[in-house]
């Protein structure tokens, strides 16, 4: 492990992203994915990374509700890459090795411009994927103001392409967003949150192989990579000097593994107003904070009374969480620090206010399909292990054809050991409950025998959500709507090994054109 002193780097302020121009029609980005050399640390040579633009992380893209925005995307990447990869699985053998397709995380949009796994291109566009359709993508922006964030979504190098560096926020604004009065302009902070490690070179390291490693095949992928080093906005353990004011701070979990369960020390409350998809019904009060990788969280934290103090963010979720290694308090423990040594600039008018927005339940009455998915855990032909929802991977048929403005209930089935953060996209869902059941019953038999009763989500969670935790031992229980669009989109685990290989399916929404039985279905 390179050894780096702890909160001697300013935490970045995010910049961002102009448009190539704007009109009443639309707005224009073009944004180029280059590589480039960055600093993490001042007491480490630079790092060779790709960036959005070149940067780490890429820069912020903010729209309005409703904006129609084009982006194109534009791969101007080496063509080999710098990172192990394994082209054992998935046919990469067959395929050019560096490959990209950005995904919005959190958006509704029609399925040519959502990162489809199998939309990839290269350099220039002069090899495309089968799903391949378009250079500039749309993004309409129809939905509230929200955190969302872009990152890279190539089949079968997802993990390593994000571990590079391609990922970003893409933050929603609204009128309602605007009347709240919350803490805007350098009072409002973006903070993406990874863990990262590096050789004594400063080069990012990513493991050839893992543990014990796998005759056959190098180099192999890993059930799951974590980093000995955290990162906010591109900086190892930096420190952020405040006001002793309100502020609002962006969370994002954009790391490939590892969970962070975060409270300041000395203690200091969170107010969370927002989950993935926008606003919570009102403001929660917290002192600790979980965030899955692929999760983000709206807070507010007042640093009003704590003149001359330095508050470190820690972090003690075990990796895998929550039944892995316990973290090292002296090193991924501690994500950063927030020093209260700025003199006030005026009176601070923002407030955490006591209404947010609503959130309507959605109607388990209207529900017609209910859906039993489980996660599960084989091993390959080379003894590796293979994570699978429903014991398909990638390239089997899809089997959920969700149709158009229809509601569903999805049972999440966790009968493993470590926690998994499922990720649908085009929709945004409520979380109903979990539910503990017996695993060991269920391994042998499949039958669901419950041992506990149903828990409501957290106060927390009782928002618009696209990604959740589903703890081992439970049945997680979401509910959503599926559309506005129709076509090939996708659901997988957030852990991006596990997403790789193979724990991501394809997902059809289909129009009620096509035919549709009545009734209710369960679907097993």
């Known amino acids: 492990m390179v050894s780096l002193t702890k909160y001697r780097e300013r935490l970045p302020i995010l910049g961002k992203l102009k448009p190539v121009f704007k009109s009443k029609q639309a707005t224009y980005y073009e944004v180029r994915m280059r590589e480039a050399y960055h600093s993490f640390h001042s007491e480490m040579p630079t790092t060779r990374i790709w960036g959005y633009e070149g940067m780490y992380p890429g820069p912020v893209i903010e729209v309005r509700r409703n904006e129609k925005v084009l982006i194109k995307w534009d791969n101007q990447l080496p063509q080999k890459h710098f990172l192990p990869v394994d ?172 969970f962070y369960r975060m409270r300041f020390d000395p203690v200091l409350p969170i107010y969370q107003i927002g989950t993935d998809g926008g606003f919570l019904a009102a403001p929660v009060k917290l002192w600790e904070l979980m965030l899955a990788p692929g999760e983000r969280a709206d807070v507010i934290v007042d640093f009003s009374g704590c003149q001359g103090k330095h508050l470190v963010l820690r972090n003690d979720a075990p990796s895998p969480f929550p039944n892995g290694t316990p973290v090292n308090p002296e090193t991924t423990g501690e994500i950063m620090e927030f020093r209260v040594v700025l003199p006030l600039k005026g009176e601070d008018t923002s407030c955490i206010p006591k209404e947010l927005s609503p959130v309507i339940p959605l109607d388990e009455s209207r529900v017609k399909v209910r859906r039993d998915l489980r996660m599960m855990i084989q091993r390959d032909e080379y003894g590796r292990l293979i994570f699978l929802l429903n014991g398909k991977g990638w390239h089997d048929p899809a089997t959920e054809e969700p149709y158009r403005g229809e509601v569903e209930v999805w049972n999440l089935i966790n009968p493993g050991f470590a926690s998994h953060p499922i990720h649908l996209h085009q929709i945004q869902f409520q979380i109903l409950n979990r539910q503990p059941f017996d695993v060991a019953r269920f391994n042998q038999t499949q039958e669901l025998v419950f041992t506990g009763p149903a828990v409501p989500p957290a106060p927390n969670e009782r928002g618009w959500k696209d990604t959740v935790r589903t703890n081992p031992g439970e049945v997680t229980r979401i509910i959503f709507q599926f559309g506005p669009f129709t076509g090939p989109y996708v659901w997988h685990c957030h852990l991006l090994e596990h997403e790789d290989y193979d724990m991501m399916r394809p997902m059809n929404v289909l129009s009620k054109k096509d035919g549709k039985k009545p009734g209710r279905l369960e679907i097993r």
């Open 87 to 258: 082209k054992s699985f998935h046919g990469l053998m067959d395929l050019p090795e560096v490959r990209t397709v950005v995904h919005v995380h959190g958006a509704k949009v029609r399925p040519e411009s959502d990162g489809y796994p199998e939309a990839w291109y290269t350099k220039d566009f002069e090899q495309t994927g089968p799903h391949f359709e378009r250079e500039i993508y749309c993004y309409t922006n129809r939905q509230a103001a929200a955190t969302l964030w872009y990152h890279d979504h190539a089949l079968g190098i997802t993990r390593l392409n994000v571990y590079t560096g391609l990922a970003g926020f893409y933050l929603i604004r609204d009128s309602l967003e605007q009347k709240l009065n919350l803490p805007r302009g350098s009072y409002e902070i973006p903070l993406m949150i990874q863990d990262r490690s590096f050789n004594p070179d400063g080069s990012l390291f990513y493991p050839h192989q893992p543990p014990g490693g796998i005759p056959g095949v190098e180099p192999s992928i890993t059930p799951g990579v974590d980093g000995e080093t955290i990162v906010v906005n591109g900086k190892v353990w930096p420190y952020l000097p405040v006001e002793p004011r309100k502020y609002r701070f962006r969370l994002l979990n954009a790391s490939n593994h590892r």
